[in-house]
């Protein structure tokens, strides 16, 4: 299998090998399958800007090459697909989005349309990002182990990447709220049950299972695929989806405030120092 990349991941693949590191992603073509790994799994795959670049330049290169017809995301090994942003990272003052890619959103994916059909391959826990990862894609195969939850509220934090108003939209409404307001998961058998996901497969057949599904559709006449995507969740001719617009905008306005309360730096100290939070509601 040959790993491909754009200009701007091949740069950042040099200057990582320079630094003696894995990437924070992979990028592979298999047929007319785009699969990338999320590579940090010693940090469960949490998010930092070298990712986010990694993840959208390939994001980029799907949308432009007409051999690409699905994508596949997954995560290294077999505890976490992905943790969210790295906390570590933001209690350091580091962005987990770099300046000029803030319209891709988390893990350069959340918010990064493409007419490409996408399929999350959830190989392991899927919280906060990770679970707004699932719910920004197409399609969902998780491992049997894998558990869903936006474990915000525990950090001080919101679901900023989407999570909330695509939860809202994808589970009954009472069932969604439990979940924001306590930060609790869920199973994968019980993400099945609330339709959050596919299919639910063991640990090991979770990546041959998403890439089967893949070529599948990758079958299918191309631009029948993604009209019916697109006629779906009413895409604009920009990718964009007049649908979520007062989502992101609630979400716009709630951020910033949160970000820069108390409880947002307790929470993310708290953390790091693996310490219960003492929350001052300011």
Request: proline share 6%.
């Amino acid at each position: 299998m040959n790993a491909e990349h754009s200009p701007t991941a091949n740069a950042a693949n040099a200057a990582t090998a320079n630094a003696g590191a894995e990437p924070a992603a992979l990028v592979e073509h298999l047929d007319a399958v785009m699969l990338i790994t999320l590579n940090r799994p010693s940090a469960r795959n949490a998010v930092n800007a070298e990712m986010c670049v990694r993840v959208g330049d390939a994001l980029e290169e799907a949308e432009r090459d007409q051999d690409v017809r699905v994508v596949v995301l997954t995560g290294a090994g077999d505890k976490a697909f992905c943790a969210g942003a790295d906390l570590k990272a933001i209690s350091r003052g580091e962005p987990v989005i770099p300046p000029g890619r803030e319209h891709w959103g988390l893990a350069g994916y959340v918010s990064h349309a493409i007419s490409k059909p996408t399929i999350a391959a959830v190989n392991g826990l899927a919280l906060g990002g990770g679970t707004e990862l699932a719910l920004a894609s197409d399609l969902v195969v998780a491992a049997e182990h894998a558990q869903f939850g936006l474990p915000e509220v525990k950090r001080g934090l919101v679901a900023a990447a989407g999570g909330a108003f695509r939860l809202m939209d994808r589970l009954p409404a009472v069932v969604a709220m439990e979940l924001l307001l306590t930060g609790e998961p869920i199973t994968a058998a019980r993400a099945a049950e609330l339709n959050l996901v596919n299919r639910v497969v063991p640990g090991p057949e979770v990546l041959s299972t998403a890439l089967g599904l893949a070529r599948t559709i990758a079958a299918n006449a191309p631009l029948a695929v993604q009209a019916h995507k697109r006629i779906a969740l009413a895409q604009g001719p920009a990718g964009e989806r007049p649908r979520e617009e007062p989502g992101w905008a609630a979400t716009a306005r709630a951020l910033p405030l949160i970000v820069a309360s108390e409880d947002a730096k307790e929470g993310a100290l708290a953390f790091v120092e693996k310490r219960a939070p003492v929350w001052r509601g300011r």
